[in-house]
């Protein structure tokens, strides 16, 4: 393997496909719906704010009050310490004014037969989903029973009944106990979620990229002008390099304008992650990124070689991209057991290997014999991949007019040269 | 010996296409490689360039493994095309780089050829923008962008209109008078004879002819000496010894000789009966003649 060369080929592919229009329009999509949002939201002005205020109160409910008419009696006067959260309100037509004009978020109507019915009107604007949140909320029964036994009951009592527990997670494992806090539970969930979505993503927009370079290298016959010049091996290994850095130039292009148009949220919750997440667990997960990457794109270009137009080639490639993507549809299975059976199974498989390891990882204490195996079955797949995809490719490239059928294709594989 | 084959085998399943070929070719040689549709050139020279990997047999490319001699070796495939949205000068330094030029020389090179074959306005140009002549002289010179000491041209001549195909003739003739050895593959007959000192012929993959040009057509010349004479001749036949046959033909008469007869005789004898002669040759046979009766009339 000459890295030089290999070098040259990677820069080649990653300027061609960077100065390509379509990189740049695809590239350029996500920043441009931001920009094309932020101009909306400035020509229309109010109106639009009627939308952000909506947007917003879909994240903030918690901060804006909830309205109480209250024909029962047992709700008026509002203890002091629930002031901020409820507001009280002397007619149904006031309250729904307020929710209206987004004063409140809600308005609960209690009727004067609350004691005997229990019936709650809950005004909100919008879907009805809105009144079952109202109705499940933690806060607001809380509301309710406290002021329901105030001065009939002792006040831990009383308190104990509105908020009976505070959940606090501790995840036990190998003697270990980790994970305290709620907001732990979000970043467990959240960052290993993006980073195998980034993963996943990197693989299919990269592996486009190396259909479209082998495809049209292939089709245009420039290809035996090169291997004639480089070995197979170097053509591939530049390829896999240089598209890859244009499918994570792309992705991180796409990370950055979401982080800048999501007023930094996306980043924060990163950042905090970081914190969170063990560094093993993010040491691992790069690991396990580019050895994913490697295997994917490596089979990729052998792949793309052999159709004889674009679309053969897409059709031969999305069933190996289907693959990386199983662990992500048993993700919610996953969530739950992330030592399960199938999983670990899945673990050692070169294909779900590391999508689903970089799933488990930060869900769980992974037996240490699952990371050992799947770094081994990958690593080792890596070589096998290279002699398999190298051979495809060099034949593949050679073959014009038609797709070779499965046989020859086995042929090839199993064939001297 | 810059390329040297030896007992070269290559089956495609079943297919034979290369078949115990042996060949050799020297150093500032015009070579021709020639031979119907599906002799086996393709593939030979595949082998040469390392595309392909023989089953049997020894090929050694300027003395070393064909692998370790890619970078002194320049080829323009049968199959041929550029990258269409790249620009042309980026095009021939990305292929110089290939084969281990440095940037700046690649550039310095990539240039110079451009300016030799009146593309270097085109320079920034994509290849996509260039017509099909144009297109064709990019692909020429990119074979030889890194200075090969070996150049493999397989069909160059293919597709290419009267005037782009003499001016690349010019270009080949450059190149063996700088001492480049060539290798020439091709079906166009005249080109060969205007240009190659040796030929190989191959027909199944198999070495059928392979000599001197020179050596080739007087092995193969039919015995026929081509008179031109005021006078009919046709009644020669069998009066001056030797003649076995007087056809005429277009003006002129074709004397077919009986085998061993030497044409000088005849022409004594011509001029012993005081006939009209205002010319006498031996009659040249044309490459494609000697290429037909040897591959006994395929297509080709």
Known sequence: MDWGKIWVIARHEYLTSVRRLGFIIMTAAVPALGVVGLLLAMLLGGETRQIGDFLARQFEGADQPIGVVDESGFFSPIRPEYGEDFVPFLSEGAASDAVESGEISAALLVPEDYLETGRVVVLTVGSGFGAVEVGDSSDVRAFMVEHLLAGRVDEEIRERTARPLRPESRVISGGETRGEGPLSFVFTFVVPYMLSFFLIMTIFVSSGYLLRSVATEKETRVVELIISSVQPMELMAGKVMGLGAVGLTQVVVWLLSAIAFSGGLVAIVAAAGALVIPIRVMVLGVVYYLLGYTLYAILMAGIGALGTTMQESQQLAGFFSFFAAIPYMLSGFLFANPNALVARILSFFPLTAATMMMLRLPLAEVPWMDVAGSIAVLAASIPGALWVGAKLFRVGLLIYGKRPTVKEIWGIVTSKS | ?300
């Open chain 2, 1 to 300: 010996m810059v390329i040297h084959v030896a007992g070269l085998v290559k089956r495609y399943r079943e297919v034979v296409a290369v078949d115990e070929l042996s060949f050799e070719v020297s150093k500032g040689e015009l070579f021709g490689l020639l031979g119907p549709n599906g002799a086996g050139k393709t593939t030979t020279i595949r082998i040469i360039m390392d595309i392909l990997q023989p089953d049997e047999g020894e090929v050694t490319v300027l003395g070393a493994r064909p692998a370790d001699a890619k970078e002194r070796v320049g080829y323009l495939p049968e199959e041929r095309g550029l990258f269409r949205d790249v620009k042309v000068l980026d095009t021939l330094i990305y292929l110089a780089e290939l084969k281990g030029v440095s940037r700046a020389d690649a550039r310095r090179r990539g240039w110079a050829l451009l300016e030799r074959v009146d593309l270097d306005e085109w320079a920034d140009r994509k290849v996509k923008d260039l017509s099909r002549g144009m297109q064709q002289r990019l692909q020429f010179i990119a074979s030889l962008v890194h200075d090969p000491d070996l150049l493999i041209l397989d069909e160059p001549f293919q597709g290419l209109d009267p005037v782009n195909t003499e001016r690349l003739k010019g270009f080949v003739d450059d190149l063996r008078e700088a001492g480049k050895t060539i290798v020439l593959s091709t079906h166009q007959m005249n080109l060969v004879e205007a240009l190659c000192d040796r030929i190989l012929l191959i027909h199944h993959g198999r070495a059928v002819l392979y000599d001197h040009l020179d050596a080739i057509k007087e092995e193969h010349a039919p015995n026929t000496v081509r008179l031109r004479s005021r006078e009919t001749v046709s009644h020669l036949a069998g009066e001056i010894p030797g003649v076995l046959l007087v056809e005429a033909d277009d003006g002129a008469f074709n004397l077919t000789l009986d085998e061993g007869v030497d044409p000088q005789d005849v022409l004594r004898h011509l001029v012993e009966r005081r006939i009209d002669v205002r010319e006498f040759e031996v009659a040249p046979v044309p490459l494609e003649d000697i290429f037909v009766e040897v591959v006994g009339g395929e297509e080709t």
